[in-house]
């Protein structure tokens, strides 16, 4: 394994801590403390308990990990929709 390489996993939040901190369970059942990646901060994506999130692992410290991506469990909903009267003669 090269050094650059890093273990994609994928998981679901469990605990939102201070400093952009979380517990992520795994799909394997394994716990890590990942934090949320610079694009991630930069786009001030926000991240709840309940989340599925794809995180990026090094081989040599499988404990912690970097959030680089929120799965998008529920469609995008536009809101109400305004109806549109027929104009009124006067």
């Known amino acids: 394994m090269a050094k650059e390489e ?11 801590l201070p400093n952009t901190q979380f517990r992520v369970r795994l799909v394997n059942g394994a716990e890590v403390l990942a934090y949320a990646g610079g694009k991630m901060r930069q786009r001030r ?10 995180l990026e692992m090094s081989p ?4 912690r990990g970097r959030i680089n991506y929120r ?8 809101g109400p ?10």
């Open 6 to 16: 890093m273990i994609e996993m994928e998981g679901t939040v469990h605990e939102v």
């Open 45 to 54: 994506i926000r991240i709840i308990a309940g989340d599925r999130v794809n």
């Open 60 to 63: 040599y410290d499988v404990t």
């Open 71 to 78: 799965h998008l469990d529920k469609p995008f909903s536009p």
């Open 81 to 90: 929709v305004r109806r549109k009267f027929p104009q009124r003669k006067r």
